[in-house]
């Protein structure tokens, strides 16, 4: 199967917009489905989910697909929210949290409302790729480390990114310009390693 063109495997529009920044400084041609797709992500993993969504577009629209599952794992909250990043502010862990703006400010005042007072403010952002090619297909990962701030900071990116700053930087990712944070995060990580598992043609079956 010819692997130039792609299809992302996502109805998050700020996800879609770095997946295919990234893919498209590798020339692949990248494609947004028509329609989404209500995908069920009961997967207990990252890996998992990821795999779910690229099978249920590949499945839809016969065409290599790209699916990315990715959280906020945050170490004193024991991984929180991790495979519940999206949907943090109702879930039952920790209590849940009205949606009056956003989803995503409900999950940061979610957060930071658990992380009052707590020392230990390290975390990650951790990314899964699938690419699904029907029956076989390949999966790459990428991490990025820093602390969860006591307030957001910011207006770029999306998500967690107002309260996350990554290792070594003053800075919180939201204040990072799109190819700063392409440079360092946890889906650029996982996009760079991707392409090199695709041309080293060490894919799963
Ligand atoms: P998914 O669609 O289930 O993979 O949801 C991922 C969720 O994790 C997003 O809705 C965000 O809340 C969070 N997340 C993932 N990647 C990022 C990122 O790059 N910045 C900020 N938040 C992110």
């Not at 993993?45 to 969504?53: D, R, V």
């Not at 065409?63 to 004193?76: E, R």
């Not at 990554?166 to 392409?195: C, F, T, W, Y």
Request: charged share 30%.
């Amino acid at each position: 199967m010819e692997l130039r063109r792609i299809l992302l495997a996502t109805s998050n529009p700020k996800k879609a917009e770095e997946m295919k920044r990234l893919l498209e400084s590798y020339s692949f041609q990248v494609e947004i489905p028509k329609e989404e797709i209500e995908v069920q992500e009961g997967g207990s993993s990252f890996l998992e989910n990821a795999f779910i969504k690229a099978q249920a577009y590949y499945e839809k629209y016969r065409m290599p697909t790209l699916a990315d599952d990715s959280g906020l794992v945050v170490y004193a909250l024991g991984g929180y929210p991790g495979v519940f990043s999206s949907r943090f502010y109702e879930h039952e862990y920790g209590g849940k949290e009205e949606v009056k703006t956003s989803k995503d400010e409900a999950n940061i005042r979610k957060l930071l409302r658990l992380m009052e007072g707590v020392k230990d403010r390290r975390a990650k952002f951790v990314a899964f790729l699938v690419l699904s090619l029907g029956d076989a297909g390949y999966w790459s990962m990428g991490e990025c480390e820093g602390i969860i701030l006591e307030e957001p900071k910011g207006s770029e990116g999306f998500g967690y990114d107002p309260i996350f700053q990554p290792e070594g930087m003053q800075k919180s990712m939201a204040q990072l310009k799109p190819e700063e944070k392409d440079a360092i995060s946890h889906r650029g990580k996982a996009i760079r390693n991707l392409v090199k598992i695709i041309a080293g043609g060490r894919g799963y079956e």
